[in-house]
């Protein structure tokens, strides 16, 4: 069996830059490198429910949202499949076994588990779904067989924990699960790209998100007001790269040709970022070339949304087909789960035909 891709999102809100550089952009490199044999994109609107069982409707609202910025980046379904978690039911039942190969003290020891109960103030009341969510994961990822995982390095633990799963499930019942390896953001500066009020990671409910169906002009803005340096007030102090939004994301999206379009004063980022640092470079001018950087990213992905925007019964029948594949994959899994567990009663002509003589023999005594 070839390599398959497992991989993304919450439907909790529209995607943003920071899962454009943390995975989005790369999904497409890996669509197109023709390295994979199979490819599925999750919509995870069951997983988006363990903290907003309250609010369906927002989930409801946002699988239109993410499905439509999946297809502007340039995910074709006709080379992957995009599908939605809770239309596929196979995946509950897997979720349901491997609870037995997990203890609750192992997943209080997850760090990333433990971090995303803090940010929700769940500590003193956690819901059951919420904090099984690892194992929910490694229902999703073993279901499609899934040999890779791209994943930002937050969720190394989640990885890490499905890996003991299926070690433990081959450990016990044979060998039926695939373990996969994580896949981690090759540029350094994607791997958390941070908020635009330089908070450590962009986040919708942190209100420090730009979105990639942001219009040109909500961009702008939000590159103008970003944060920068506190102790550069004036265009000749010496700036800090460090801790530097701005630099941070001309990190993320500069390209080899970025200077020679926008701004050819300047070789290349080292020398723009010297030049800073000895000071008499103000942050207005920085900002002004990572805005042009920035739009000549996100003006094809705004117009591919567009289109798609046309015909959201399409968009809505590409999640439908989409689904309906994903779920034939995911009962394969299962079937070979029920049978590796011994639960596949009446599919097992042995189990059934040593009965069959057991009760006879006893019978003709």
Same mark, same amino acid.
């Given at each position: 069996?070839?390599?398959?891709?497992?991989?993304?999102?919450?439907?909790?809100?529209?995607?943003?830059?920071?899962?454009?550089?943390?995975?989005?952009?790369?999904?497409?490199?890996?669509?197109?490198?023709?390295?994979?044999?199979?490819?599925?994109?999750?919509?995870?609107?069951?997983?988006?429910?363990?903290?907003?069982?309250?609010?369906?409707?927002?989930?409801?609202?946002? *699988?239109?949202?993410?499905?439509?910025?999946?297809?502007?980046?340039?995910?074709?379904?006709?080379?992957?499949?995009?599908?939605?978690? &809770?239309?596929?039911?196979?995946?509950?039942?897997?979720?349901?076994? #491997? +609870?037995?190969?997990?203890?609750?003290?192992?997943?209080?020891?997850?760090?990333?588990?433990?971090?995303?109960?803090?940010?929700?103030?769940?500590?003193?009341?956690?819901?059951?779904?919420?904090?099984?969510?690892? *194992? &929910?994961?490694?229902?999703?990822?073993?279901?499609?067989?899934?040999?890779?995982?791209?994943?930002?390095?937050?969720?190394?633990?989640?990885?890490?924990?499905?890996?003991?799963?299926?070690?433990?499930?081959?450990?016990?019942?044979?060998?039926?699960?695939?373990?996969?390896?994580?896949?981690?953001?090759?540029?350094?500066?994607?791997?958390?790209?941070?908020?635009?009020?330089?908070?450590?990671?962009?986040?919708?409910?942190?209100?420090?998100?730009?979105?990639?169906?942001?219009?040109?002009?909500?961009?702008?803005?939000?590159? +103008? &007001?970003?944060?920068?340096?506190?102790?550069?007030?004036?265009?000749?102090?010496?700036?800090?790269?460090?801790?530097?939004?701005?630099?941070? #994301?001309?990190?993320?999206?500069?390209?080899?040709?970025?200077?020679?379009?926008?701004?050819?004063?300047?070789?290349?980022?080292?020398?723009?970022?010297?030049?800073?640092?000895?000071?008499?470079?103000?942050?207005?001018?920085?900002?002004?070339?990572?805005?042009?950087?920035?739009?000549?990213?996100?003006?094809?992905?705004?117009?591919?949304?567009?289109?798609?925007?046309?015909?959201?019964?399409?968009?809505?029948?590409?999640?439908?087909?989409? &689904?309906?594949?994903?779920?034939?994959?995911?009962?394969?899994?299962?079937?070979?789960?029920?049978?590796?567990?011994?639960?596949?009663?009446?599919?097992?002509?042995?189990?059934?035909?040593?009965?069959?003589?057991?009760?006879?023999?006893?019978?003709?005594?």
């Amino acid at each position: 069996m070839g390599k398959v891709i497992l991989t993304g999102d919450r439907p909790t809100g529209r995607l943003h830059l920071g899962h454009y550089v943390g995975s989005l952009k790369r999904r497409v490199e890996l669509q197109n490198s023709g390295a994979f044999e199979k490819i599925f994109i999750m919509i995870a609107d069951a997983q988006a429910l363990t903290d907003n069982a309250d609010n369906p409707e927002k989930i409801r609202q946002n *699988i239109i949202e993410v499905a439509l910025d999946y297809l502007s980046v340039g995910l074709d379904p006709k080379q992957v499949t995009l599908f939605i978690q &809770s239309q596929v039911p196979e995946l509950c039942e897997l979720a349901f076994y #491997y +609870m037995n190969l997990v203890t609750v003290s192992r997943l209080q020891r997850n760090p990333t588990v433990k971090t995303e109960i803090q940010m929700r103030n769940f500590e003193a009341s956690i819901p059951v779904g919420f904090f099984t969510y690892p *194992i &929910s994961q490694a229902s999703d990822i073993t279901a499609f067989k899934a040999t890779t995982v791209p994943v930002g390095e937050d969720q190394k633990p989640m990885i890490e924990q499905t890996r003991e799963i299926v070690n433990r499930f081959n450990y016990i019942y044979g060998e039926t699960l695939i373990e996969p390896e994580i896949m981690l953001p090759d540029n350094a500066a994607c791997l958390r790209l941070p908020g635009t009020d330089g908070k450590a990671k962009m986040s919708k409910s942190l209100g420090n998100c730009i979105y990639l169906s942001d219009t040109a002009e909500e961009v702008r803005k939000k590159i +103008m &007001s970003m944060y920068t340096d506190p102790t550069h007030i004036r265009v000749e102090d010496p700036g800090k790269i460090e801790g530097n939004t701005v630099f941070t #994301y001309l990190d993320a999206f500069c390209k080899p040709d970025s200077f020679e379009k926008h701004w050819p004063e300047y070789p290349d980022l080292n020398a723009l970022k010297e030049h800073y640092q000895r000071g008499g470079l103000g942050d207005v001018k920085v900002k002004k070339f990572l805005n042009a950087i920035l739009q000549e990213e996100l003006e094809p992905i705004r117009q591919r949304r567009k289109e798609f925007e046309k015909d959201i019964p399409g968009v809505y029948e590409i999640l439908r087909q989409g &689904s309906l594949h994903a779920r034939e994959v995911a009962a394969e899994t299962l079937a070979d789960v029920r049978r590796a567990m011994k639960i596949d009663y009446f599919d097992d002509a042995a189990l059934i035909a040593e009965h069959t003589r057991k009760f006879a023999e006893g019978n003709k005594g």
